[in-house]
């Protein structure tokens, strides 16, 4: 996977503007970031609206119409860059009209916030399949000093224009946040603020998979990196309580505006499989955590730890894989991960249980049983900086499965599945991780 960045001088391993060089005091943070996949409509959505009129055709994708995608910056900074995508497409896809504003309430606009982004000084970008796109540094004059606790939980509105179509459409299915589209040839309406041109809402994100913030040396990112546990199936629609998003109130509580979390799950992600991803060979649970690796983690900005929490899906009746294979991905994995970001922590996380399932792919022995093994390895094989025991925090020991508190859906209600927690589960998770294990380290 290739990163193009549009601007002169790049330097594109660390992912840094030029503009920028020499300035000892700031860096780009990942401070947003949706693991893209598809081509839609393959994925596994939440609560996603009937989009036949938006998107008559999967083919054909948008069309000459604007999409307003609503993101949760973990921190803020002074100046923003946005990264689009077409990685899973099979054309080139033309974006203009493109825009970052604060966004006021569903898809209004906050007045006077929204800015005009550009590529390369200019307003258009042309992406071609398999590719994805940095643009220039944008200012956010809402963000001021000492801002951060008025702004804690704000929501950018980030606006383009797919121009003609743009055929299979690059995407991350389970936002579980609501986005706005206009219809069909509605063209460019990026820059207006109302909500009025944006007839269409979708619980999905298209094409913008990651958003970064200029912000001070002594912060940086942390990744979770995951499968639907991480993505929040069953969590709440808008409600910003998956565990990463629990696991962020309580860093921002107690180290400030040092660290970033974002989340870089997909939701039926598996280690080791599907042997083979491509945009005509799909898979619903997106490409295996090594293909995705580049384009997730180590092409972030300003990451310094990594926090994996997957394998239930390899042991399912999809996956089919031995504990094994699953632990020699991982091996692999984390070895890639210290080789490119120098100093990085790796945690791993043990695997909630899925025994007793609803779900037809999940719950036999056989499954948990491996699940088991693979939570030892993650714990006593000393390939990880750090343990999180996800699944001693949400185990009911009686019966083998998850706490029954933990299993009527968050989502759109009924009884859950007994694979995914709900808004309490997760807020469970999130306060089971010992901070001090992700402390910043002294600049």
């Not at 939980?153 to 121009?163: D, E, M, N, T």
């Not at 389970?174 to 207006?192: I, M, N, R």
């Not at 995705?292 to 990594?306: F, H, P, Q, W």
């Amino acid at each position: 996977m290739r990163v193009f960045v549009v601007t002169a001088l790049v330097l594109c391993i660390a992912g840094v503007h030029a503009a920028d060089v020499g300035k000892s005091q700031s860096h780009w943070v990942a401070s947003w970031t949706a693991s893209v996949h598809g081509p839609f409509p393959v994925g596994n959505p939440s609560a996603q609206p009937n989009l036949s009129l938006a998107f008559p055709s999967p083919e054909t994708g948008a069309r000459d119409q604007s999409l307003r995608m609503i993101v949760r910056p973990d921190v803020f900074g002074p100046k923003a860059r946005i990264r689009l995508s077409n990685a899973l497409g099979t054309a080139p896809v033309i974006f203009d009209g493109v825009n970052i504003g604060l966004q006021l309430s569903g898809a209004e606009i906050v007045r006077g916030t929204n800015r005009a982004v550009t590529f390369g000084g200019k307003p258009a970008v042309t992406i071609p399949p398999g590719e994805s796109v940095w643009s220039d540094a944008v200012a956010l004059p809402f963000v001021k000093k000492n801002s951060a606790a008025a702004l804690a939980g704000r929501k950018l509105a980030v606006s383009f224009h797919v121009a003609g179509e743009s055929g299979r459409m690059t995407w991350h299915a389970k936002a579980l946040q609501t986005s706005y589209l206009t219809a069909p040839g509605a063209g460019a309406q990026g820059k207006v603020e109302s909500e009025a041109p944006f007839k269409f809402s979708t619980t999905s994100w298209y094409f913008l998979d990651a958003l970064d913030m200029q912000m001070g040396r002594d912060t940086s990112a942390i990744v979770a990196f995951g499968d639907s546990i991480t993505d929040g199936t069953a969590s709440t629609l808008n409600g910003d309580d998956r565990w990463p998003d629990v696991l962020s109130r309580r860093l921002h509580a107690t180290y400030g505006e040092r660290l970033s979390i974002v989340n870089a799950g997909i939701g039926g992600n598996q280690v080791v499989g599907p042997a083979e991803y491509t945009p005509q060979k799909p898979f619903p649970g997106g490409p295996a955590a090594g293909q995705r690796l580049e384009r997730d983690v180590l092409s972030l900005s300003g990451v310094s730890t990594v926090i994996w929490l997957e394998g239930i899906n390899d042991f399912s009746k999809n996956g089919n894989a031995t504990l094994e294979a699953v632990q020699a991905g991982m091996r692999e994995i984390v070895g890639r991960i210290r080789a490119r970001i120098p100093g990085v922590k790796v945690i791993g996380a043990t695997v909630t249980s899925a025994f007793g399932s609803s779900s037809a792919a999940h719950g036999f022995a056989e499954q948990d049983e491996k699940r088991k093994a693979l939570n030892e390895f993650i714990r006593a094989s000393g390939l990880f900086d750090g343990v999180v025991d996800f699944d001693r925090a949400t185990l009911d020991p009686q019966t083998g499965g998850m706490r029954a508190e933990f299993l009527p859906e968050s989502t759109t209600g009924g009884a859950g599945d007994k694979l995914h927690p709900n808004r309490l589960g997760y807020a469970a998770m999130g306060a089971a991780i010992d901070l001090g294990m992700l402390a910043p380290k002294r600049k």
